[in-house]
């Protein structure tokens, strides 16, 4: 039992040692002291992002309607299926051939055959290759002209609004990313098929419409699904990336902390920076990827005790 206190006693002592490692506090005269986290920079790409929400729809909504009033006989597809142009989606009766075939079942079956025969069904073919949409009409349902037994689409995009600030950085072609309300973890990359025209006027805001066709469409795609989305406005590969805290301005100047090593004073160093996304800033000039920058946090001396230091890294407070 010792032992094994004596070990987890050792082990604790190596992980504060660790922690220590990774942190470095640098202190001024008296009146607090400056915490550091020390990073070093990261090559990779990065991206400049136009955030707005959108809306699965079909590109083209296609209602199948009876060309007469009746009766439908039958429905030979459901949601979700594929169908080729041509293809027969239902059959149905006319109000006069409906009314024959129910008094023709109260003479026999021999009577009903004939006139099944004699008075033909209609079919409802559709036109495009597509999918259905929807299909919740039932046999032996009354229709008219005007209900769509069956709803087919081309294919489903999603339909973004974008404020008017940005519509001017969007172009057809450009690549955009959507995330499902429904499926939050799974990230859809899409293309821009269409920016409309003429804009509308959404809560005082005016919006411009803007059609994103997936590259890919997922099984779980559904119209009417709600997405935020990111339209990818510009990039830079191979960009030597630190995090957007590192990095500050001081009299309209850009800066950061360059670690000199353990005991030293970090060096407050210019640099030009670039493109900046929602947690790193490329930086152009002034740091190479060999260097260390470091990540503070100012902690004050309660006390009011102060010597006004000149140390960089110690809380500055104003003379009265």
């Not at 060309?67 to 597809?77: A, D, F």
């Not at 269409?194 to 119209?223: A, G, M």
Request: hydrophobic letters at 35%.
């Amino acid at each position: 039992m010792k032992n094994n206190l004596r070990k987890l006693g050792i082990g604790l002592l190596v992980v504060a040692g660790l922690v220590i490692v990774k942190m470095a506090v640098f202190r001024g005269g008296g009146a607090g002291s400056e915490e550091g986290r020390i990073v070093k920079p990261a090559v990779g790409t990065i991206h400049t992002m136009i955030s707005t929400t959108g809306t699965v729809l079909p590109k083209n909504r296609l209602e199948i309607k009876p060309p007469v009033n009746g009766r439908i006989e039958s429905v030979l597809v459901k949601e979700g299926e594929k169908v080729k142009v041509g293809q027969i989606l239902a059959w149905m009766s006319s109000t006069e051939r409906a009314a024959l075939l129910d008094n023709a079942r109260g003479q026999g079956e021999e009577a009903l055959k004939y006139w099944e025969d004699a008075y033909k069904a209609i079919p409802l073919s559709a036109p495009i290759d597509g999918e259905v949409i929807v299909a919740t009409t039932q046999p032996g349902q009354t229709v008219t002209t005007s209900d769509a037994v069956v709803v087919l689409s081309d294919h489903l995009i999603v339909r973004a609004q974008v404020d008017e600030t940005d519509i001017g950085k969007i172009r057809v072609g450009q690549k955009a990313y959507v995330e499902l309300d429904a499926y939050p973890d799974t990230k859809i990359s899409c293309v821009v098929e269409h920016i409309y025209y003429e804009s509308e006027t959404v809560n005082n805001v005016t919006i411009y419409k803007v059609d994103l066709k997936p590259q890919e469409v997922p099984e779980f795609f559904r119209s009417g699904m709600n997405a935020n989305v990111e339209f990818v406005e510009e990039g830079q590969s191979g960009a030597l990336l630190v995090p957007q805290e590192a990095v500050f301005t001081d009299n309209g100047e850009t800066f950061v902390w360059v670690y000199r090593g353990k005991g030293e004073t970090p060096e407050k160093r210019a640099v030009k920076t670039g493109l900046s996304d929602e947690e790193n800033t490329a930086i152009l000039s002034g740091l190479s990827k060999d260097e260390e920058v470091v990540i503070t946090s100012k902690k004050y001396d309660v006390s009011g005790n102060s010597t006004g230091g000149t140390n960089p890294f110690m809380p500055f407070r104003r003379k009265k």
